[in-house]
């Protein structure tokens, strides 16, 4: 059993930066990690995901070269650096654990509880 705790979303400016943090407990570093986002009246999407080592990493199209996920399993914590924000990245920000490295949100069994992300134009 994972449980997981977002933080750090806020208002930002476009062309902002901002870090969001998932802190875990249980066996994190047995899972890999996922962030997903859901904008109003869209459905979930997927962000990034990095594996269980942090070795492997895999991004969304839309948010290639922007943001960077990473994991510190000394903490068990994974982190979502997000750099030249855009208004179309307003959403709420999920992570998720699985015990496969997906892009799909139907194999994710553990989630957070979401922060909220708004970029301001």
């Known amino acids: 059993q994972v449980q997981l705790v977002e933080s750090g979303g806020r208002l930002v400016q476009a062309g902002g930066s901002l870090r969001l943090s998932c802190a875990a407990s249980?066996?994190?570093?047995?899972?890999?990690m996922a962030w997903f986002r859901q904008a109003p009246g869209k459905e979930r999407e997927f962000v990034a995901l990095?594996?269980?080592?942090?070795?492997?990493?895999y991004y969304a199209d839309s948010v290639k070269g922007r943001f960077t996920v990473s994991r510190d399993n000394a903490k068990n914590t994974v982190y979502l650096q997000m750099n030249s924000l855009k208004a179309e990245d307003t959403a709420v920000y999920y992570c998720?654990?699985?015990?496969?490295?997906?892009?799909?949100?139907?194999?994710?069994?553990?989630w957070g509880q979401g922060t909220q992300v708004t970029v301001s134009s």
């Open positions: 990095i594996n269980w080592s942090g070795v492997s990493t």
């Open positions: 249980g066996r994190f570093s047995a899972y890999a």
């Open positions: 998720a654990a699985s015990q496969k490295d997906s892009n799909s949100a139907g194999e994710y069994k553990y």
